[in-house]
């Protein structure tokens, strides 16, 4: 090779780099910037011209050992020199509220107990000046950096009616002046429902992520467990907040049996229990118990279902009749199709595949779920283990339609070719 060819795998390593300090920084990168920028609009548009000249620079210098920081002061800098330059129009309009500007005698005599940008960000995305979808979709976008089309995705509306209401949300926090800071300490009870729900969403929006070629975004997961851990220091007694985190950690405790070494999905009950994160079941464990001294949440009784997954030692020693009956708790505390549709598989599992389709058929007419692949995909396997193929493979199909994550497409595919094998 001469000294004037380039190695196209050094652009695959400069290329691979940026794609993984966009999954793993992207929100402290933004966080950061905004600090600075004082506009969400200008931040973003800073963090993306970071990552922009990384792909220039790294390709021509090499990745930097602290990528995160490459990015995050490349960002601030952009962010200075464009206020810089625009300081008199910008003078003229809206900023965000940080921290030095609103403080106020209350303030310097109750600190920060925490001092984290994403936090600060999470919860301005969650102000109660905004609707609970706002809320989701911007932190979706700006904390979790999905692009709006994935969004839009998720939320099941045109990327242009996402645009818009991203674009609503952000005008909104700069005009209502809404600060960018972790509340006072007694206005965070009443201001932590909302951010444990979009927390809570953005660790399943990891868990199983509705689009791409990996079937789960390890950055969202321990962004979320992150969120929550540092919200259970600032509220140590919240029975919410330690449901939410015991549920968060005995769910990820099987993230190293869910693939197979192939990549291929491997299902609850196919799973090598032995590898289990045994010391993340006994932490969730321990605040389930904790979170369970208080009234029931929503979250608490999940976790509850995920500790009796936890605490078999085999599939077959799953006790489903304990399973269902928390799902008749979590639906009065949390009436969901979603509920609905786990605890019809859990009557399948319980008392046997024609139970769980008897089950599932008042959920066939529920809009919630008309574009829900796993609804579909229940039936199909309740079908398959039947042996009614020919309504099997329809459901199947149906299933893959609506299915965008590519390793749960190659699962599906691979059931929907065995069934096929029936018809013939």
């Known amino acids: 090779m001469s000294g004037h060819e380039r190695d196209p795998s050094a652009d695959l390593d400069v290329n691979e780099a940026i794609a993984q300090a966009h999954r793993r920084e992207w929100a402290r990168v933004l966080a950061a910037t905004v600090r600075v920028a004082r506009d969400l609009d200008l931040a973003e548009e800073c963090a993306q011209d970071a990552y922009a000249q990384a792909l220039r620079t790294w390709a021509a210098s090499g990745v930097p050992a602290r990528p995160g920081a490459w990015l995050t002061t490349v960002a601030r800098n952009r962010a200075k020199d464009?206020?810089?330059?625009?300081?008199?129009?910008?003078?003229?309009?809206?900023?965000?509220?940080?921290?030095?500007?609103?403080?106020?005698?209350?303030?310097?005599?109750?600190?920060?107990?925490?001092?984290?940008?994403?936090?600060?960000?999470?919860?301005?995305?969650?102000?109660?000046?905004?609707?609970?979808?706002?809320?989701?979709?911007?932190?979706?976008?700006?904390?979790?950096?999905?692009?709006?089309?994935?969004?839009?995705?998720?939320?099941?509306?045109q990327e242009s009616a996402m645009a818009a209401r991203i674009t609503r949300a952000k005008k909104k926090i700069s005009t209502a002046r809404i600060p960018y800071r972790v509340p006072a300490r007694a206005d965070l009870p009443e201001r932590v429902s909302a951010v444990l729900d979009v927390v809570h969403l953005v660790f399943t929006t990891g868990h199983a992520a509705p689009v791409g070629a990996e079937l789960v975004r390890q950055d969202l997961v321990d962004g979320a467990i992150h969120l929550a851990r540092t919200l259970y220091r600032l509220l140590p007694g919240d029975g919410q907040i330690a449901g939410l985190l015991a549920l968060m950690l005995l769910t990820d405790a099987r993230r190293d049996t869910r693939l197979s070494g192939a990549g291929r999905l491997v299902l609850l009950p196919d799973q090598d229990r032995t590898r289990w994160d045994t010391r993340q079941i006994a932490e969730g464990t321990a605040l389930l118990a904790e979170s369970l001294r208080q009234a029931p949440t929503r979250y608490s009784v999940q976790a509850a279902i995920a500790a009796v997954h936890a605490e078999a030692a085999t599939w077959e020693d799953t006790d489903w009749t304990e399973i269902v009956g928390l799902y008749d708790v979590l639906r009065r505390l949390w009436p969901s199709p979603v509920v609905e549709l786990n605890r019809a598989v859990a009557i399948g599992f319980r008392d046997g595949p024609r139970a769980?389709?008897?089950?599932?058929?008042?959920?066939?007419?529920?809009?919630?779920?008309?574009?829900?692949?796993?609804?579909?995909?229940?039936?199909?396997?309740?079908?398959?283990?039947?042996?009614?193929?020919?309504?099997?493979?329809a459901a199947y199909e149906e299933a893959l339609a609506m299915t965008d994550n590519h390793v749960e497409r190659v699962f599906l595919t691979g059931r929907l070719e065995e069934v096929r094998t029936h018809l013939s």
Do not use: K, M, N
């Open 82 to 157: 464009l206020l810089r330059r625009e300081s008199v129009l910008r003078s003229a309009l809206p900023s965000l509220v940080v921290d030095d500007v609103v403080a106020g005698p209350e303030d310097r005599d109750d600190p920060p107990v925490v001092d984290d940008d994403r936090l600060r960000l999470i919860f301005t995305c969650c102000h109660p000046a905004l609707s609970r979808d706002a809320q989701v979709a911007l932190t979706l976008r700006l904390v979790c950096g999905l692009s709006t089309a994935e969004v839009a995705r998720a939320f099941l509306v």
């Open 356 to 393: 769980g389709l008897a089950a599932l058929a008042p959920l066939l007419d529920e809009p919630a779920l008309a574009t829900y692949g796993y609804l579909s995909a229940a039936r199909a396997d309740f079908l398959r283990r039947l042996g009614r193929w020919q309504e099997a493979t």
